[in-house]
């Protein structure tokens, strides 16, 4: 084990610190079994491994990911509760039932599909296990009835009217890139509710996770010329910054983090 050591940080607007808030909120002990979907290099599942010690089946189809996951799990000296299984997220044959909890961060719902994600995470979940998922949404879902009544109260020469939050065309297409849709939290919410899950809790990464996101993305890059194969990353990243600072995505795009408890289906 290297005292010296590091963790690698996620590819997407989130740190270790609020990573560890929300397995707090999960109330993971180390009995349990963790699946880790689109695992990486290993950022969620060796922390996990390591806080609170839960055993880890991390899964990744890069080999080069994988290979570097273990590598972090030597390191580290959690080797013993990581299991890095280079398969393919799209066509895992795991049995049913098996895991406490299924975390499936950054590209796992927007690769999968989020019904077909929520509907394989029901499956390899233990009854009351938990889902954590995190995924860009848009910050436009409708405004609650006591939302619109408390406008109406408000004395104004003009009725006031709720307004939409929608991401512009722009924004749209350079973080869809015409393959992907993002949905709203309330449509989360609403998709969870249907396929046999309770939310319970969600939070925004704050502007500042985006920051550090955008830091840590562009020195892992490098210069735009410095490493040819990285040159394509380098310019989706610069596109995402765009479309979060200078194009309106600050008021209208967020990076949800949700947790939701498996029911029991009813026959």
Sequence with gaps: MDPQASIPGFSFPLSGGLFRVAVRGLGLTPDL????????????????????????????????????????????????????????????????????????????????????????????????????????VYLDSPVSATGRQLLSEIRSDEPLEAQANAPGPVVRGLLEQGRYRFETESDYRQL???????????????????????ERMSREYGDRHAHEGDADARTRLCEEAAAYYALGGRASVGYLVLSARCLEYED
């Design 33 to 136: 079994h963790v699946l880790d979907l689109f695992s990486g290099q290993g950022a969620a599942a060796l922390r996990l491994a390591r806080d609170p010690g839960c055993s880890v089946t991390a899964v990744e189809s890069d080999p080069t990911l994988c290979r570097r996951a273990r590598e972090y799990a030597r390191a580290i000296g959690v080797e013993g509760r990581v299991s890095v299984r280079q398969m393919d997220p799209q066509r895992l044959e795991l049995p049913a039932q098996s895991f406490d909890a299924v975390f499936a961060l950054g590209a796992a719902p927007t690769v999968l599909g989020r019904g077909a994600l929520l509907e394989r995470c029901h499956f390899y979940l233990r009854p009351g296990g938990h889902l954590l998922l995190a995924d860009i």
């Design 192 to 214: 969870l509710e249907a396929m046999g899950y309770a939310v319970e809790f969600s939070f925004l990464s704050p502007e500042s996770e985006w920051a550090e996101y955008f």
